[in-house]
């Protein structure tokens, strides 16, 4: 069975840090682009930051510096350090592994940046 599992999120105080996790049944992420997506009330759904299977990576200029994505591919899971955290950074934020036209999901996980 295909499955994104997200965990880690939570309620944080602003400068404060969080790792989320997404664990990855039912295919190897090795060849996969992943990414995380976050998306607040009224808001899009954002790109956040992306590894390549190459272990490149791209961050949206409001969490450069602050957040690291990495991938372990032996434990079939992408990480999102996350530091320096602010309000804004509220969302539920989402996995996504993405080969060619194929696109998988996880359901999410609050992340909440509030004093």
């Known amino acids: 069975q295909v499955q994104l599992v997200e965990s880690g999120g939570g309620s944080v105080q602003p400068g404060g840090s969080l790792r989320l996790s997404c664990a990855v049944s039912?295919?190897?992420?090795?060849?996969?682009?992943m990414t995380w997506y976050r998306q607040s009330p009224g808001k899009e759904r954002e790109s956040v930051a992306a590894?390549?299977?190459?272990?490149?990576?791209n961050y949206a200029d409001s969490v450069r510096g602050r957040f690291t994505i990495s991938r372990d591919n032996p434990k079939n899971t992408v990480y999102l350090q996350m530091n320096s955290l602010k309000p804004e950074d509220t969302a539920v934020y989402y996995c996504?592994?993405?080969?060619?036209?194929?696109?998988?999901w996880g359901q999410g996980t609050q992340v909440t940046v509030s004093s």
């Open positions: 996504n592994a993405r080969r060619g036209l194929t696109y998988v």
């Open positions: 039912g295919f190897t992420i090795s060849t996969y682009l």
């Open positions: 590894i390549t299977s190459a272990a490149n990576t």
